[in-house]
């Protein structure tokens, strides 16, 4: 009997979980351009109303398809070099490694509102849903 009583807690706390999350979309706009400066990183998240300058946000999508901006649920982290930060989908975050770029490719770790440092990260070809600093991306000039 025990064992039913820990299962259904177990059971509790995992659907409590998945419920929680999934009310969790972040509210995120397509954007042409990502800021390239702090300064024009810390209007962006005024003129987002982000509550907190450090949870604005603006990356590419998985796919590559689009440059999102959004206000991150969670604190800024730490973002291990040799990787850009994504937005999986409506909110989780990952990393993409970006030791194949022809350059740009973050050297050192580094904070997540601070990716504007790294514009490598930043550039990507939509249409063929790659970045520009991938050797076989079609620069889109």
């Not at 991150?72 to 990952?94: N, R, V």
Request: net charge negative.
């Amino acid at each position: 009997m025990l064992w039913m009583t820990a299962l259904w807690s177990v059971l509790f706390l995992w659907n409590f979980f998945v419920t929680s999350n999934e009310g969790k979309n972040l509210q995120v706009k397509e954007v042409d351009i990502c800021p390239t400066n702090k300064s024009s990183w810390e209007k962006a998240s005024r003129d987002l109303n982000c509550t907190n300058p450090d949870r604005y946000q603006c990356t590419p999508n998985e796919q590559r398809s689009a440059l999102l901006q959004f206000c991150y649920d969670q604190p800024a982290t730490s973002i291990e070099k040799g990787y850009c930060w994504i937005l999986l989908d409506s909110h989780f975050m990952d990393t993409y490694s970006c030791t194949g770029f022809a350059e740009g490719c973050p050297n050192i770790t580094y904070r997540s509102n601070e990716l504007y440092k790294y514009q490598e990260c930043l550039k990507v070809n939509t249409k063929e849903e790659c970045y520009l600093a991938e050797p076989k991306c079609p620069n889109t000039t």
